[in-house]
Each structure stands twice: as C-alpha cells, then as structure tokens.
C-alpha cells in the first residue's frame, strides 16, 4: 500500500438555533438554514475559515443542527461557505457528507425529569434539546462514505449495556419509570460507525457527542449517562465485550479486529478534570487498540489557563479536554496534530475571540500517515 496521508477533525461548532439568539427567545429551528441560505452571518464565516486554515479530509461537526433536507443545511454551508474564500483562507470542498437524525428533542412521551409534569422537549426528551435535531451531527468528507457498510446505534437501548449505571431516586427506587426505560436509548444524540474509503484504503469514524455530564440533580442522570455513551466505544472495540451491541438495522457486535479507524467527538469528558466519572474515558483513551500517545495542544489553551498544567491540552474556553481525535494504533502513524487555538497576533485569532465569534469548543486536528 501506498503511504498516504489523512487529516482527520472534530469541531462542536454551536451552530444550533438557540445559538443565534437572545437567551428567553422563541426558538427557530430553521433559523440556522435561513443564515445558511445568506451567507453572510460572521460567526459561521469565522468557523469556515478555521476549517479553511486547518483544512482537514474527514470532519466531525457536533451541534450542528439537523436540517433533513440537506439541500436547505448542510449543502448550503458548503456551497456557501465553505466553497468561498473566507478571511484569506482558500476554499475547500467537501463532495461527500453524512447526517442523520438524533435523539436530542424527541418527544418522550414520559416525565423523564421527575418535575411533575410531561413536556413535549427540553429534558423530557430523549435527548436534551428544545426541538428535534438540536445539536445535531454531520460528517464531511473528502472521500467516499460507504454508506451500506455503515451502522447508527441511534436507538440502540441503555437497559441492554450490561453493567450500566443505574439511576435512582433518593429512596432508592428507580428514576424512570418501567415503560420510559424500557424505551431509553442510550445516545443522547447518535452513535455512528461510518466506514470511509481512503483511496481504496477503510478507515472507520466511530462519532458520537454523549451528554454533559451536569444539569440534572443529585440522581446525576446525566453523568451516568455520559459515562456509558463514552464507555459504548470501549465495549464496540473489545472483542466479545461488544457482543451486546446491535445497531439500528439489528447488526450484532462491535468492530473487528484489524480495523482502521478513529474515535471523534465532543465526549464532554476528561480523565483529569471536570465532572464526569473518569472511568469511561481512561478505558477509551487507555484501550489497547488506541494510539493516544499524542495529545493535541495549542498556545491558546496554555494562555487561556496558565496556572493550569493541562491548559494546553484544553479543547473548550471553560477549560477541560472535551474534543478527541483518536486513531487506531493499528495502520496508523500520527504525523502531527493540534488544537486550533491561535493567541493574539496569530493568524485568525479573532474567531476564538469570545462564543459569539466561532465556539465555546475548539477544532482539534490529527495528520495521520496510513501504514501497511
């Protein structure tokens, strides 16, 4: 095999209506495919140029919100966007993408939150958000997706994770009722498997964007959750611990052994700080089929916190390691990599300037070399 080179990325872009406007405002969700329509709206300017400047081969998108016609979403953002010169950066083309549907505001049917009263989205949903495809995820890419060979876990049920964390009430009973966890999906969003042809070479992209591990109660339902989404990807590389696991066609199994592939996503958790149970994440970014001997880092994040010895290693302005890019240690060999995080006097610092200027999160980047 040829040795070739592949760039891979992960950027929570906040590109999700609530967004775009005043706190206590009517939600809009086709707001974001109007300002897409425009092509004009400085904040997703600023996010097209950073993708311009980093100009990654397969990019993971997390909070961008799921519009189902790709027409009125996510091709626009290309077309209009990404297609055209953006704060001197050269246009980059994306021929190929994927996104699906999430669980984040979809209707329950339950009193999820135990407030009493059933609402038809926020965190009676199955996953948080005001109204369906909110923080949504797209995939874009420069190479072909093999689409058949593809699996979702989208409504792969929590109650089937064997050994997952229980939530209950402070009477020990159970926090969700019989018929609602009967029904419970794991994901708060998605879990996707996404097989891409690299010049004839398969690289899975194993993407997902588990829960904040935080806005809930003593119960802490959603720490618990964001450890098992986390901990979904240790079991689908383990061998037989991933035989629980069936995807949304009704596949059985987790991914076999001497596979390309690299995890993405805004996990909303880190081994060393934060609020999420730790265990999840050390056992993926320990696993053994995971090369995470290469942390990505920037100046911006040392700056942004210079007491902080994991400063550097932060992917979010609230300061934590969110955001991974982590390949297989298998027919990989990491080149370079990197948290876009320019300090003043570098180019496109003003994109990282505040949330209103691109993200509370950071593009965090690996160049991989594709070995025999």
Do not use: C
């Not at 109007?34 to 397969?58: K, T």
């Not at 909070?63 to 950066?89: C, M, T, W």
């Amino acid at each position: 095999m040829a040795t070739n080179s592949l760039k891979v990325a992960t950027f929570n872009v906040s590109m999700e209506s609530e967004n775009y406007l005043p706190r206590g405002s009517a939600l809009q969700p086709a707001l974001l495919s109007q300002l897409l329509a425009e092509g004009s709206h400085p904040q997703i300017r600023n996010i097209a140029s950073i993708i311009q400047h980093v100009r990654p081969d397969l990019l993971l998108l997390n909070e961008f919100d799921y519009i189902s016609q790709p027409e009125q979403g996510v091709q626009l953002f290309i077309r209009n966007f990404l297609q055209k010169a953006q704060h001197g950066q050269d246009p980059i083309d994306y021929p190929y993408f994927y996104y699906s549907t999430v669980n984040t505001g979809q209707p329950s049917g339950f009193d999820l939150d135990n407030d009493g009263k059933v609402s038809a989205n926020g965190a009676d949903a199955w996953g948080f958000g005001q109204y369906p495809g909110q923080y949504g995820m797209v995939v874009l890419s420069r190479y072909p997706i093999n689409l058949s060979k593809s699996r979702t876990f989208q409504h792969f049920k929590w109650k089937d994770m064997p050994g997952y964390l229980k939530t209950s009430k402070a009477d020990g009973s159970d926090w969700y009722s019989a018929d609602a966890w009967q029904q419970m999906p794991l994901s708060s969003k998605s879990h996707w498997d996404l097989l891409i042809d690299v010049k004839g070479t398969p690289v899975h992209v194993l993407v997902s964007h588990p829960t904040p591990p935080v806005f809930d109660g003593k119960e802490d339902r959603n720490g618990k959750r964001n450890h098992d989404e986390v901990r979904f990807w240790v079991d689908y590389l383990s061998g037989n611990q991933a035989n629980y696991i069936y995807d949304d066609q009704g596949t059985q199994g987790g991914l076999a052994e001497k596979q390309r592939f690299v995890v993405l996503g805004d996990l909303n958790s880190s081994a060393v700080e934060g609020d999420s149970y730790k265990e999840a994440i050390q056992g993926l970014t320990g696993h053994s089929r995971i090369d995470s001997n290469f942390i990505p880092q920037s100046n911006g994040g040392k700056a942004n916190s210079p007491t902080n010895p994991q400063g550097a290693y932060h992917t979010a302005a609230w300061r934590m390691r969110a955001d991974y890019v982590l390949p297989s240690s298998y027919g990989f060999r990491i080149k370079n990599g990197g948290v876009f995080w320019p300090v003043k006097g570098e180019t496109l610092d003003f994109t990282v300037a505040d949330r209103e200027s691109s993200s509370d999160h950071r593009m965090v980047w690996l160049e991989l070399e594709i070995t025999d």
